[in-house]
């Protein structure tokens, strides 16, 4: 069966799929109002401000001040047809996003978060087995702001994050989750492309956030909004609260990579042809991996993954 002409694949049967996060927006949708001033640096890392006995003051501003700080970092990315997000990743104007984001364009206008005429990028490179790509503005403004990008291993569930994009359009949006898990594998189905180690959140991800930033409170850029999930159960409609995001550890080496080769050299990956499934252990943490399918093993059908136009469903997960 086909819907939208993507082809069916074969996926982890976890009675779920999920569409790309944002590859896309609406056309027609809201105008570039509300963007973000200029802010200060990242703020320091300090006491966590959920602790018990925070004020609500203190976390309100704690809020107020990743905003103000990694905000001016996150861009719009517009190609013919598509739009979505991105992160500025250096000085000299290189911004990494979804490969679905920047799909087979090789030239994009981007907006950024602090406003101004639309600027002109390049494709650098994309890499489609971990939906990474890295575009490169033609002439970067002297106030470009890179992000910090965060030591993911150190992501706990838990941890509250803000996920910031473009969702529907919608410039320099902000929602607010935490760290649902960490080490999800999250398949375009058997013997397709798996993205490994990925964050899961309850931060709102809409079509428009993929590319964007998942931020923790300490103002670094813990991941990038890829996936956001659907259940097939209920139609395929959106399932609120479960997103996924490319940890930063797989965003700093395959962009590296990307920027230094214009290509991927060293993927770091193995395939045995089979679907596994995250076993956690003490503290929820990742502690192991149980196979769920195998070649020959019936799985769930879903849509495949790749550039699509809005409201299309296209990818699936496993836990």
Same mark, same amino acid.
């Given at each position: 069966?086909e819907?939208?002409?993507?082809?069916?694949?074969?996926?982890?049967?976890?009675?779920?799929?999920?569409?790309?996060?944002g590859?896309?927006?609406v056309?027609?949708?809201?105008?570039?109002?509300?963007?973000?001033?200029?802010?200060?640096?990242?703020?320091e890392?300090?006491?966590?401000?959920?602790?018990?006995?925070a004020?609500p003051?203190?976390?309100?501003?704690?809020?107020?001040?990743?905003?103000?700080?990694?905000?001016?970092?996150?861009?719009?990315?517009?190609?013919?047809?598509?739009?979505?997000?991105g992160?500025?990743?250096?000085?000299?104007?290189?911004?990494?996003?979804?490969?679905?984001?920047?799909?087979?364009?090789?030239?994009?206008?981007?907006?950024?978060?602090?406003?101004?005429?639309?600027?002109?990028?390049?494709?650098?490179?994309?890499?489609?087995?971990?939906?990474?790509?890295?575009?490169?503005?033609?002439?970067?403004?002297?106030?470009?702001?890179?992000?910090?990008?965060?030591?993911?291993?150190?992501?706990?569930?838990?941890?509250?994050?803000?996920?910031?994009?473009?969702?529907?359009?919608?410039?320099?949006?902000?929602?607010?989750?935490?760290?649902?898990?960490? !080490?999800?594998?999250?398949?375009?189905?058997?013997?397709?492309?798996?993205i490994?180690?990925?964050?899961?959140?309850?931060?709102?991800?809409?079509?428009g956030?993929?590319?964007?930033?998942?931020?923790?409170?300490?103002?670094?850029?813990?991941?990038?909004?890829?996936?956001?999930a659907?259940?097939p159960?209920?139609?395929?409609?959106?399932?609120?609260?479960?997103?996924?995001?490319i940890?930063?550890?797989?965003?700093?080496?395959?962009?590296?990579?990307?920027?230094?080769?214009g290509?991927?050299?060293?993927?770091?990956q193995?395939?045995? !042809?089979?679907?596994?499934?995250?076993?956690?252990?003490?503290?929820?943490?990742?502690?192991?991996?149980?196979?769920?399918?195998?070649?020959?093993?019936?799985?769930?059908?879903?849509?495949?993954?790749?550039?699509?136009?809005p409201?299309?469903?296209?990818?699936?997960?496993g836990p």
């Amino acid at each position: 069966m086909e819907l939208r002409g993507h082809s069916v694949v074969s996926v982890v049967a976890v009675g779920a799929v999920v569409a790309l996060g944002g590859c896309a927006g609406v056309e027609g949708a809201a105008s570039q109002a509300g963007r973000s001033p200029s802010a200060s640096a990242p703020p320091e890392p300090g006491a966590d401000p959920a602790e018990p006995g925070a004020e609500p003051g203190e976390l309100q501003g704690r809020y107020q001040e990743v905003v103000r700080a990694v905000l001016p970092s996150v861009v719009q990315i517009e190609t013919d047809e598509d739009l979505g997000s991105g992160v500025v990743y250096d000085g000299r104007g290189h911004i990494v996003t979804n490969a679905h984001v920047v799909g087979d364009a090789e030239t994009f206008e981007v907006t950024l978060a602090t406003g101004g005429q639309p600027l002109t990028a390049k494709r650098v490179a994309a890499y489609e087995d971990q939906d990474l790509a890295v575009i490169r503005l033609a002439d970067p403004p002297r106030d470009l702001r890179p992000a910090v990008f965060g030591d993911s291993s150190d992501v706990e569930v838990g941890q509250i994050v803000l996920a910031m994009g473009n969702p529907l359009g919608l410039s320099s949006s902000v929602t607010q989750g935490i760290v649902s898990a960490v !080490g999800r594998s999250v398949s375009e189905g058997q013997g397709a492309a798996t993205i490994g180690n990925m964050v899961q959140t309850s931060a709102a991800i809409n079509p428009g956030n993929s590319g964007g930033a998942l931020v923790n409170l300490d103002g670094h850029v813990i991941g990038i909004p890829t996936l956001a999930a659907r259940d097939p159960q209920s139609g395929a409609a959106p399932a609120p609260g479960i997103g996924f995001a490319i940890p930063a550890v797989t965003v700093r080496d395959l962009a590296g990579q990307m920027i230094e080769h214009g290509k991927v050299v060293d993927a770091d990956q193995a395939a045995l !042809g089979v679907t596994v499934r995250t076993v956690l252990g003490a503290g929820f943490q990742p502690t192991g991996a149980s196979v769920v399918t195998s070649p020959g093993t019936l799985t769930t059908e879903a849509f495949s993954a790749g550039p699509r136009q809005p409201s299309d469903a296209c990818s699936d997960i496993g836990p």
